[in-house]
């Protein structure tokens, strides 16, 4: 079952919402202006979801590991001095300053 709900919510209808995900596996929408913005389900279903995303990429990987077959190929440092840049450009700002 899914539950939409408006976006104002109250605390204590929030945790109840919450509850009724966790305990019964109820799917709450809450939505803005009659469109969904944000889900709340249980963890199970998330992970079953990241299970089915895992396997979707595992076969977008080995899809593209097999039309990749026989075609050139460089390493990522190659890949860097084709793009003029270093190591040190890709993570330059990740410091705190």
């Known amino acids: 079952m899914m539950i ?7 605390p204590n209808q929030l945790l109840e919402l919450v509850k009724k995900a966790e305990i019964e ?4 929408i809450i ?8 889900a709340i389900i249980n ?7 990241e299970a089915l995303e ?11 590991v ?3 077959k026989g075609q050139p190929s460089i390493t990522f440092d190659e ?3 084709e793009f003029g840049l270093t190591i040190k450009d890709l993570t330059s700002g990740d410091e705190d300053e």
């Open 79 to 81: 890949l860097l001095e």
């Open 4 to 10: 939409k709900i408006n976006e104002i919510v109250n």
């Open 43 to 49: 963890y199970a279903e998330l992970e079953y979801l």
């Open 25 to 28: 596996g109820e799917r709450i």
């Open 66 to 68: 097999e039309e990749s």
């Open 31 to 38: 939505e803005k202006e009659g469109k969904g913005k944000v």
């Open 54 to 64: 895992d396997a979707r990429d595992s076969e977008l990987l080995r899809q593209a």
